[in-house]
């Protein structure tokens, strides 16, 4: 369980974070979706404890990130965006040195490495050096690394940036597992078919403010099914429509070029902002 009031942030005059609430249950997957320079990462970093905060409060799983900070930070495993392995030492070193960190007993750092490298399918792997690893098995150490301690939250910032799609698709079935399993999951990406097929609940971040929370599902049953895209002046404009047939019928009426297609995140993120997910 997380719960996050009025989360400040400053860096000099910018503004970072400006009073985000949030409220993310036990066992969600939770997605945190917005352009660059949102305040994503900042968000992260600050629940993690690597930064921080200008005002607020924040609880994970009941403690207080500044009253109980060492609890706080037993709730949680933290996947950064840049991968930060040591590519000197071995898959099974890199996770002992995480256990060592956590106060782990020889034994039961075997025993978790064990499982967790079954797990996240790198049990072949576990004498490599990290350096011989390709990009999709340098992330999913990261993820087994992250779970080394049994946290109960499970943070996320953009698991699958820079991963061509097929390796994405294997990174989403092993979070989904891992939620499955009953972990709480707090996930920031600016892949919007990620937010899409992962999350629960999706929260848009703009600017350091959240300016809406709901269901994918529901984002995108208020604006309609299907989109018609068309050139105009301006720019591309956009049409939504609950109907297909409406949807045709419009197409067909434009005088210039037209796409019809289903109605994705991206244009809830749109319709919410004003802004594109994608710059
Ligand atoms: N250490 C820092 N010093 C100064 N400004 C910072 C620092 N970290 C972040 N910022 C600024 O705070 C704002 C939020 O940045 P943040 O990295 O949290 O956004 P983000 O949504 O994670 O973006 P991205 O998708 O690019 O990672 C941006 O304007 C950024 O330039």
Redo the contacts with the bound molecule.
Sequence with gaps: MIRIEELQKS?GA?K?LDGVTLHIGEGELFAYL?P???????TIRILNGLTRKGGGRVRLNGFDIDHESRQAKRQCGFVP?HLNLDSELTVRENMDIHGRLFDMSGAARRRRTDELLEYVELGDRWDSPVKQLSGGLKRRLMIARALMHEPRILFLDEPTVGLDAGIRRRIWALVKRVQQDGTTIFL?T?YIEEAEFLAGRVAFLDQGRVVAVDTPASFMERLGQWAVDHLEEEGIRTAYFHDNDEAKAYAESLPNEFSLRRVNLEDAFLAQTGKKVKP
């Design positions: 860096y910018v970072a917005g660059n320079g949102a305040g994503k990462t900042t965006q920031t600016h």
